[in-house]
């Protein structure tokens, strides 16, 4: 699921809502979801009239990370704001693995 784009009836966002896009399909990778993300918001999500709109972003934590990554620049943020965006991030635990117990 990494980025659900979703169009709701409410600012709580507590219905299913209508699937305005998905990106990104199975990559898991925060770095490549948010360049995903930001790609679309500048081309595609600019356009949508302002609503109530979830932007679920699953993703995995990286291995052995420590620190970096990117980020989301000023023009899309506001772009999020100004549409009525608000984004969500869901942490998986790492696809794959075995359990080593």
Same mark, same amino acid.
């Given at each position: ?7 709701? *009836?409410s ?11 998905? $990106?990104?399909? !199975?990559? %898991?990778?925060?770095? /490549?979801? $948010?360049?995903? $993300? @930001? ?7 600019? *356009? ?9 972003? *699953? %993703?995995?934590p990286?291995?052995?990370?420590? *620190?970096?990554?990117?980020?989301? @620049?000023?023009? /899309?943020?506001?772009?999020?704001? !100004? ?5 969500? %991030?869901? !942490?998986? @635990?790492? %696809? ?6």
């Amino acid at each position: 699921m990494p980025i659900r784009i979703s169009k709701h *009836g409410s600012a709580e966002l507590q219905d299913r809502g209508v699937e305005v896009a998905w $990106l990104c399909d !199975e990559d %898991f990778e925060l770095s /490549v979801q $948010l360049v995903a $993300l @930001s790609s679309w918001v500048l081309s595609e999500g600019i *356009g949508l009239e302002p609503g109530h709109y979830g932007i679920d972003i *699953g %993703f995995g934590p990286r291995e052995n990370a420590g *620190g970096g990554g990117e980020s989301l @620049s000023p023009a /899309v943020m506001k772009v999020i704001a !100004e549409k009525g965006m608000m984004l969500y %991030f869901s !942490e998986y @635990s790492a %696809f794959g693995e075995s359990d080593e117990t």
